[in-house]
C-alpha cells in the first residue's frame, strides 16, 4: 500500500507466493478507493511478511 500511495504501479513482495488473494485484495480496495479495507489488508501482510522474511529469511539460490 506504501508503494500505491506514493504513485507506485505494484511491487514485487515475497508474501505474494504465499497470499497471492490476499495481496490481490489489497491492490483491489486501493484501486476501489476502500482505504480503510486495503488499510486494514496491508497490516494483515506486514505480520505475514515478518514472519515469512524476517523470522525465516530464504536463502538465494
Known amino acids: 500500500m506504501p508503494t500505491l500511495v506514493l504513485g507506485g504501479k ?3 513482495i ?3 507466493n504465499t497470499h497471492p488473494k490476499l ?4 491492490y ?3 484501486k476501489q478507493g476502500e ?3 486495503a488499510a486494514k489488508i496491508q497490516r494483515t501482510i506486514t ?3 515478518d514472519v515469512l522474511v524476517k523470522r525465516f529469511n530464504q536463502p538465494s539460490a
Do not use: D, P, Q, T
Open 47 to 49: 505480520r505475514i511478511n
Open 23 to 26: 495481496c490481490a485484495s489489497l
Open 14 to 16: 515475497a508474501v505474494a
Open 35 to 37: 482505504i480503510e479495507k
Open 10 to 12: 505494484g511491487a514485487v
Open 28 to 30: 483491489k480496495a486501493y
